[in-house]
């Protein structure tokens, strides 16, 4: 059985610990004048959509992206209470595969204002940023961090702790992570699902072949599994490859490809959260329900395949291979008309009959009831009839041959 739990409440108090223990140290030095050089951040994108420059570059020595979670929205954080200074966020995340060495990238992405970090540590190992313990992200932008020799076990929880001294404005976050964070100040410790500021690790190794895209929307994130269990279907699929494949999860709830709405829609979010992944030689698409079941509706299939086309289009130039998955039924759940259902149906049979992606995965025929196949399948169902539970994600989870996954070569198409 692959480690679950553990023990990440654990690890994060005791990370914790040390890192107060290390703010009276450093009160006085950390405040640095001289910030080191910081990526700026790029013009916004199409629709208004704020466009960070690039994440990490694609690996040409042994770096791998390990866990990845894209950036959604900025939001004046509850959590911060009326203490904006001295705040600790200790984030919580699970990897997929190890290493010798690690490096994260922070984001400031829906930032109004520059972001001061004045100390990082990695599983309480001190990570620095150009040499230096302080960084100051740009408005919009993100940096990665200088490696730090930590090892880092596969299929482990990482505990990535953050001080913001000064933070002011909306917060970068990733929400309803389906695992348990912290954040601290005077006022205490609180437990969080929002993962703040860090959107990727990668680990330096010599055991993967390479980093799996999963690029999705709730039915990735994985809504509807269980807390700190690590049961979405990229974790299944992780768990299979034992350490030998990376698979970072790119899923943002409530997703769409035409529209923004939760987090930049994914024809805009595509070069950060899967073409710039460290390592990425394939990615899974399993997107469109939320533009078919969420309100402005879309009525026209042909629109939503020609846009899963263009993103394979663009991955191709990039030498990925592209997985793609047909559209789950949802019958049941309060948006589902049989108008929509005919697009929905439309949508899976011009991707089951070839010509977008260069594989397909059948999400549909895997988790349907056969007695009623626009319905979920009751053993899979979390119980809002879109959404699955810990079986049905271990479905999904079983579905990608991991043979071929190991051998994976660019398409013959590909540059």
Avoid: C
């Amino acid at each position: 059985m692959p480690r679950r739990h553990e023990y990440a409440l654990l690890l994060a108090l005791v990370v914790g610990t040390a890192a107060l223990a290390a703010v009276v140290a450093f009160a006085g030095s950390l405040l640095f004048s001289g910030q080191p050089r910081v990526k700026p951040a790029a013009a916004p994108g199409p629709q208004g959509v704020a466009r960070a420059p690039a994440a990490p570059a694609h690996s040409t020595g042994l770096w791998l992206a390990t866990w990845a979670a894209a950036p959604v929205r900025g939001e004046i954080d509850p959590d911060q209470g009326t203490h904006p200074a001295l705040r600790t966020i200790r984030n919580v995340v699970h990897t997929s595969i190890g290493g010798d060495a690690a490096r994260i990238t922070l984001s400031n992405l829906f930032g109004t204002h520059p972001l001061l970090v004045d100390r990082v540590t990695v599983n309480a190992l001190p990570v620095t940023f150009h040499g230096a313990p302080s960084v100051t992200v740009a408005t919009g932008g993100q940096i990665v961090s200088d490696p730090v020799a930590v090892p880092v076990a596969a299929d482990a929880d990482l505990v990535v702790t953050l001080r913001t001294p000064t933070a002011r404005g909306p917060v970068t976050i990733h929400p309803n992570s389906h695992q348990t964070s912290f954040t601290e100040d005077p006022q205490g410790t609180r437990r969080t699902t929002d993962w703040r500021y860090l959107t990727g690790v990668d680990v330096r190794g010599k055991a993967a072949a390479g980093t799996l895209v999963a690029f999705g929307d709730s039915l990735t994130a994985g809504t509807g599994s269980t807390t700190d269990a690590n049961n979405r279907w990229p974790d299944v699929l992780a768990d299979r490859l034992h350490g030998r494949y990376a698979v970072v999860n790119q899923g943002i709830a409530g997703n769409r490809i035409l529209r923004n709405g939760i987090g930049p829609r994914a024809l805009d979010r595509f070069e950060r959260d899967v073409l710039s992944v460290t390592g990425a030689k394939t990615v899974v698409i399993a997107l469109g329900i939320n533009d078919i079941q969420a309100f402005p509706q879309e009525t026209d299939p042909a629109r939503i395949t020609d846009a899963l086309r263009a993103l394979t289009q663009r991955a191709h130039t990039r030498g990925l291979r592209v997985i793609g998955t047909t559209l789950m039924p949802y019958e049941g759940y309060r948006n589902w008309t049989p108008a929509q259902n005919a697009v929905h149906a439309r949508v899976n049979e011009t991707i089951r009959a070839g010509g977008i992606f260069d594989q397909v995965l059948d999400f549909e025929n895997a988790v349907r009831d056969p007695s009623q196949p626009d319905r979920l399948l009751p053993a899979y169902d979390s119980g809002d009839h879109v959404h699955l539970n810990d079986a049905g994600y271990r479905r999904l989870g079983s579905l990608a041959d991991v043979a071929d996954l190991l051998r994976t070569q660019p398409p013959s198409g590909a540059l």
